[in-house]
Structure formats: structure tokens, C-alpha cells
């Protein structure tokens, strides 16, 4: 069964930048949808972005033009840039494989375990 490692999570401060990254455990990877969701204390998950296996890109609105999602199909790895990070950022980070882009948790059969994201103002 395919698995997920998220990676890269860490302390930074307001305006910094971090990358995320999310290992799958074998190649099928490569023909999901790769999806980061966050979470904040007290908040539902919710929908950063997604990378369609076919390279179709989506992003909520409030990290547009400073989050990108990437993948490397060699490295069966895909990617969380982060820049221009703002304190309300700060949450644990998920990465997520399925079969299509969508904004619903429930979308997404396979889940990498989180990695946490601090920005301080």
C-alpha cells in the first residue's frame, strides 16, 4: 500500500520561506494527484493546493502567487514551496495522494503523518 512521508516542517519567521516534501513509498505514486492540506489548533483541515498527475495546478485563495506544489517523478517526492510565509500559515502540513484535485479530505485515500509549520510574526 502506498505511503507517505512528510518532511521539512519547521520554525521560521514572518516573510521566510520553507519546503515541504512528501516521499511515497513506491511509484504509483506517480499517476495520483498530489494534494498538502493544513491544519491549525483548533481548526478543521483544510485545502492548500493540488498537482494533478497531468500537471493541472489548484490553490485556495489565501496562498496564491506565494505557495507551489511540485513533483519529481524520479524521486516519486513532491514539493510545498512556501514563501512569503504570514503567522496565520502556521499549522501541521499534509500531504495527500488520490485520484483527482479536490478540496475534500475524504477525497484522498492515502495521508502522510504531518509536519509542523511555525511562523513567527
Known amino acids: 500500500q502506498l505511503q507517505l512521508v512528510d518532511s521539512g516542517g519547521g520554525l521560521v519567521q514572518a516573510g521566510g520561506s520553507l519546503t515541504l516534501s512528501c516521499t511515497a513509498s513506491?511509484?504509483?505514486?506517480?499517476?495520483?494527484?498530489v494534494a498538502w492540506f493544513r491544519q491549525a489548533p483548533g481548526k478543521e483541515r483544510e485545502f492548500v493546493g493540488g498537482?494533478?498527475?497531468?500537471?493541472?495546478?489548484a490553490y485556495r485563495d489565501s496562498v496564491k502567487g506565494r505557495f507551489t506544489i511540485s513533483r519529481d517523478n524520479a524521486k516519486i517526492t513532491g514539493y510545498l514551496q512556501m514563501n512569503g510565509l504570514k503567522p496565520e500559515d502556521t499549522a501541521v502540513y499534509y500531504c495527500?495522494?488520490?485520484?483527482?484535485?479536490?478540496?475534500?479530505?475524504?477525497?484522498?485515500?492515502?495521508w502522510g503523518q504531518g509536519t509542523t509549520v511555525t511562523v513567527s510574526s
Open positions: 513506491e511509484h504509483t505514486f506517480n499517476s495520483y494527484a
Open positions: 498537482l494533478s498527475w497531468t500537471g493541472g495546478t
Open positions: 495527500a495522494a488520490g485520484q483527482f484535485v479536490q478540496t475534500l479530505t475524504r477525497a484522498y485515500p492515502y
